[in-house]
């Protein structure tokens, strides 16, 4: 059974820093990706990793400001968020397995992963 545990969600003021983490159990990814949820907006891509090479992609709302990376010896991925804005709180939720394509093209559509996490939710203060 693949599982994916989610943590290091939590509140925080404007300019502050949280680290997410999300590790896979019960499968070997090698395409990643956190996405989030604000309150009646859609699900969006925030960030994605191509584990064989280390190929990362972000949102250009985050670009500068979160850090995706992985540690494969532990089936571990993390999004590193700094200088957190009000607009970044939202549900983020991480994802892995692309069910087709690539992840260079995918990242971005939710419904190209196959595998999700429960979700943990980010609230940053102004």
């Known amino acids: 059974q693949v599982q994916l545990v989610e943590s290091g969600g939590g509140s925080v003021q404007a300019g502050g820093s949280l680290r997410l983490s999300c590790t896979v159990s019960?499968?070997?990814?090698?395409?990643a990706g956190w996405f989030r949820q604000a309150p009646g907006k859609e699900r969006e891509g925030v960030a994605a990793?191509?584990?064989?090479?280390?190929?990362?992609y972000y949102a250009d709302s985050v670009k500068g400001r979160f850090t995706i990376s992985q540690d494969n010896a532990k089936n571990t991925f993390y999004l590193q968020m700094n200088s957190l804005k009000p607009e970044d709180t939202a549900m983020y939720y991480c994802?892995?397995?692309?069910?087709?394509?690539?992840?260079?093209?995918?990242?971005?559509?939710?419904?190209?992963?196959?595998?999700w996490g429960q979700g943990t939710q980010v609230t940053v203060s102004s």
């Open positions: 019960g499968y070997q990814y090698r395409n």
């Open positions: 994802a892995a397995g692309l069910k087709w394509g690539l992840i260079a093209t995918m990242w971005t559509k939710d419904t190209a992963f196959r595998y």
């Open positions: 990793i191509y584990t064989p090479g280390g190929s990362t």
